[in-house]
């Protein structure tokens, strides 16, 4: 990998690896989409007549962090801009894709998609205000709204916002409506990821897998690998970029006993030497070289400060590792708090309560 472009997907790989276990879904979801060619095979799952009338090698990223303190502490989200092939048929489209992983079911999902929509056309009105387009030419691209949803809980809450109101049958007429394209990684047929042959459709039979039994793992895993053979050739950046994906996905998701296993299954189908080096190596350096710079850290503000830091810093992480084992994923209020927490005595105390917790309710956060 010697062109620029690789270079910094090296360094985006570097900093996934540094990944808290809690924010593993999210910021893998959002590195997968960052290349336009899995933003296509999403768009193809689920409207494939929509998908061949846009150009996908003219995808623009518009990557912003939605903070709504009424609705949740962060959103993770990503916008883009997408051309039609033909203008007759329109200048071009912006894609919404809301990442969600937590596993509790949200009733308010269409109120928040419609206030994260109205956001991003405010900006659009803002950016011709600036421009000084005369206000009778101010103009709303479309948008497609897509949930991404990775969370273990099966999806039957209507995405409307008529779902989140107490609303007579009279007023049905009054409630803004809109269509919303989702995903639910999990509960989805298999079929519909493999009918369109694309990249993406085969990272997801994988990713449906990340906490099955290992043997289902490894047949999902075996398969993927067979049907990516063909991009070793024809998109070797491509090929390269989703070899990495499933060791993320077996690193961060696979109990430490399978890893070996499946990990070799990957090197044996990566045919990239920086990347095939990468995966052998690149995580456990990463990890002795934080360690390595904790250790310096804490010497500079005195040794028994850092011991006592990287102690507290040790018990957060295992608490997020425990609470993803126990109970599934981590919403990011929890995750935040968490990271706040300095006291190693209350995270003894927690960690104690999740050994035995079922659900986030049965754990005294205060």
């Known amino acids: 990998m010697q062109t620029d472009t690789k270079i910094a997907d090296l360094e985006e790989i570097r900093e996934l690896f540094n990944t808290k276990v809690g924010h593993f879904s999210d910021k893998s979801a959002r590195w997968l989409f960052k290349r336009s060619e899995n933003l296509h095979g999403l768009v193809l799952i689920l409207a494939s007549e929509l998908a061949e009338h846009l150009d996908f090698t003219q995808t623009r990223i518009l990557n912003r962090n939605i903070v709504d303190n009424t609705l949740r502490d962060l959103v993770s989200d990503m916008v883009f801009t997408v051309p039609f092939q033909d203008a ?48 009778r030419e101010w103009r709303l691209h479309p948008i ?17 916002l ?24 999990k509960a989805e047929d298999i079929e519909k990821f493999t009918v369109i042959d694309h990249p993406f459709g085969w990272l997801m039979t994988v990713l449906q897998q990340e906490k099955a039994d290992e043997s289902s793992m490894q047949q999902a895993l075996a398969a993927a690998l067979t049907h990516l ?3 070793a050739s024809e998109n070797p950046e491509l090929h390269s970029h989703a070899m990495l994906y499933l060791h993320f996905l077996v690193f961060f998701r696979r109990p430490e006993v399978e890893q070996a296993r499946l990990k070799q299954l ?17 995580a456990e350096a990463l990890i002795q070289k934080s360690k390595a710079e904790g250790i310096v850290q804490g010497e500079k503000r005195g040794e028994k400060r850092g011991e006592k830091r990287g102690e507290i810093q040790a018990k957060r992480e295992f608490l997020l590792k425990l609470l993803d084992l126990r109970i599934g994923d981590v919403p990011d209020t ?13 995270l003894d105390s927690l960690l104690e309560q999740v050994a035995i917790a079922h659900t986030l309710d049965d754990i005294e956060w205060q």
């Not at 912006?94 to 056309?121: A, N």
């Not at 049905?172 to 269509?179: C, D, Q, R």
């Open 334 to 346: 929890v995750i935040q708090k968490i990271s706040r927490m300095r006291s190693r005595t209350r």
């Open 144 to 160: 497609l709204p897509i949930v991404f949803y990775t969370g273990t809980r099966r999806w039957e809450m209507p995405m409307t």
């Open 266 to 282: 990957i090197q044996n189908h990566t045919y990239d030497k920086e990347v095939e080096n990468f995966i052998m190596t690149g």
């Open 88 to 135: 007759t048929i329109g200048d071009e489209l912006t894609i919404y894709i809301l990442i969600e992983h937590q596993s509790t079911v949200d009733h308010l999902m269409g109120y928040r998609l419609l206030s994260y929509m109205c956001q991003i056309w405010h900006g659009q009105l803002e950016k011709q205000k600036t421009a000084k387009v005369p206000a």
């Open 162 to 185: 008529s779902a989140a109101m107490d609303m007579p049958t009279l007023m049905g007429s009054f409630v803004p409506t809109f269509e919303t394209l989702f995903l639910g990684v």
């Open 229 to 231: 053979e063909t991009l």
